[in-house]
């Protein structure tokens, strides 16, 4: 699951990101509204945390751009202003929840659940299975049957992001952008890589799940029978 955080106040944009990473989340980070539209509108992410008052431009405005664009990702506004006028300003403009700061890091964490739980995608004990797989994101844990391998960051990006897609081709642009992130320098060889590592860790696993390489565009997920 990747978050964006669009917070001009960079060391609660900074604290809300390590919050976020130890939940097993993965964050970014954008301090001005026009870096932050950018970033939202790019399909990439599948939350926005948005402040309101933001240099460049504001939050609402941000806001009203995304969804005016088609853009359906969930946003939660963060705002110190409590304002009921605000708040229904915030809405008006397509925000799914709002909070005003301060806000407890419990009460952040509620959110962030609720409107990723919204945003269709179903976790079922925050476990995500596929044929005989079972991927847990608490732990970073893939299980078969009795047998389970713990996966580095980048391998639960990764096989969360074939898992959710299963037969479905995911190519290597989508992977490059949704496990190594936009303004990063990750090339195809090192999706390969990393392939390698997961197809490794299937084999110690005896799942009968295996990642299929479709030449020049992807990877998929198939079970063997
Ligand atoms: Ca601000």
Not at 25 to 33: F, L, P, S
């Given at each position: 699951m990747r978050i964006l955080i669009v917070e001009d106040e960079v060391r609660l944009a900074h604290t809300l990101a390590d919050l976020l990473k130890r939940q097993g989340?993965?964050?970014?980070?954008?301090?001005?509204?026009v870096s932050g539209l950018d970033n939202a509108s790019?399909?990439?992410?599948?939350?926005?945390?948005?402040?309101?008052?933001?240099?460049?431009?504001?939050?609402?405005?941000l806001l009203r751009r995304l969804r005016?664009?088609?853009?359906?990702?969930?946003?939660?506004?963060?705002?110190?202003?409590?304002?009921?006028?605000?708040?229904?300003h915030g809405l008006d403009s397509?925000?799914?929840?709002?909070?005003?700061?301060?806000?407890?890091?419990?009460?952040?964490?509620?959110?962030?659940?609720?409107?990723?739980?919204?945003?269709?995608?179903?976790?079922?004990?925050?476990?995500?299975?596929?044929?005989?797989?079972?991927?847990e994101s608490g732990t970073f844990t893939l299980n078969c049957q009795e047998r389970s391998v713990r996966l580095s960051r980048r391998e639960y990006d990764l096989m969360e992001l074939l898992m959710r897609n299963g037969s479905q081709i995911v190519t290597k642009?989508?992977?490059?952008?949704k496990v190594w992130g936009y303004d990063s320098d990750a090339e195809d060889n090192n999706v390969e890589v990393y392939i390698s590592f997961l197809r490794r860790k299937l084999t110690h696993l005896h799942s009968a799940v295996r990642i299929k390489t479709i030449r020049m565009v992807g990877y998929c997920l198939e079970v063997e029978s």
């Open positions: 989340y993965t964050a970014d980070e954008c301090h001005d509204g790019s399909g990439i992410y599948d939350l926005v945390l948005l402040d309101a008052m933001l240099p460049g431009m504001d939050g609402f405005t005016s664009d088609g853009h359906t990702v969930p946003v939660l506004m963060l705002t110190a202003r409590s304002d009921v006028t605000d708040r229904v397509g925000a799914d929840y709002y909070l005003t700061k301060p806000f407890e890091p419990q009460e952040l964490l509620a959110c962030v659940r609720l409107l990723l739980r919204r945003g269709g995608e179903t976790r079922l004990d925050d476990a995500l299975t596929y044929g005989d797989l079972r991927l642009e989508q992977l490059l952008l």
